[in-house]
């Protein structure tokens, strides 16, 4: 598999919370999650409730779309992914990298009791003025 460039993936391992979209029919939702991100599998992880809003639709519905921002009001520094993938519960086998993964960003979430997500990138646009006004780079999954 073929990862996104160095910029794109620095980008992503600098932040640690992303918008994720899901939809049920006709209606969109949004959520905002803690996330690691697992650079070789090109992955985000992050925990959620079974019961939320987000995890039913996904289960119905696994495609999803989600954001992650830079937060500036400074045009020339205006930095954000978009991207789209698949949701889905780790295998077994996945289990012991992901739960590490997460809990090494994130190690108060060993007092949680809330279950393991993936989210598997497919496509990403990055916009980064700091190449150039509207500077867009894109990655696409080449398996897709």
Avoid at 111 to 129: F, P, R
Wanted: net charge positive; charged share 25%.
């Amino acid at each position: 598999m073929s990862l996104p460039e160095k910029r794109i993936t620095d980008f992503i391992k600098k932040h640690h919370v992303v918008s994720l979209a899901t939809a049920s029919g006709n209606t969109p939702w949004v959520c905002h999650c803690f996330y690691a991100y697992m650079k070789e599998e090109n992955w985000l992880v992050f925990t959620s409730d079974e019961q939320t809003r987000h995890v039913r639709e996904v289960l119905v519905h696994p495609e999803v779309a989600g954001g992650i921002v830079l937060e500036t009001s400074v045009v020339s520094k205006v930095q954000g992914i978009q991207f789209s993938g698949v949701m889905r519960r780790p295998t077994e086998e996945e289990k012991g990298s992901v739960t590490r993964a997460y809990l090494t960003r994130f190690p108060f979430a060993v007092l949680m009791n809330a279950s393991l997500w993936i989210v598997e990138i497919y496509t990403i646009k990055m916009t980064d003025n700091r190449l150039g006004f509207g500077k867009k780079l894109f990655w696409e999954r080449a398996e897709v």
